[in-house]
């Protein structure tokens, strides 16, 4: 391998801070902090907004649409008054 051309692959921690979950992989992504594992390893850390440890959809706590107190419903009966389209034009003679 070319040396100088490849990204600098290596562990990181990620930490989600929404609820304090770290977990190790191997990553090229850019960080300028370092965190210090329980295991004596120092590694460079990297914050998340959100993991699948916090995220709705993998938690099984995501709300679906049709059932948030029948807003799809309000809105079809209000504007969707029909599914056909315009009354088609004459015919001009």
Do not use: W
């Amino acid at each position: 391998m070319k040396d100088g051309i490849h990204p600098n692959y290596r562990e990181v921690c990620f930490v989600d801070l929404s609820n304090g979950f770290k977990f190790v992989t191997r990553s090229c992504a850019n960080t300028k902090e370092m965190v210090k594992m329980e295991d004596g390893r120092e590694l460079p850390l990297y914050k998340l907004d959100t993991s699948s440890e916090s995220h709705p959809f993998y938690t099984g706590t995501q709300k679906s649409v049709d059932n948030m107190g029948g807003r799809v419903e309000r809105f079809r009966n209000r504007y969707g008054k029909g599914t056909a389209a315009a009354a088609p034009a004459p015919a001009a003679e």
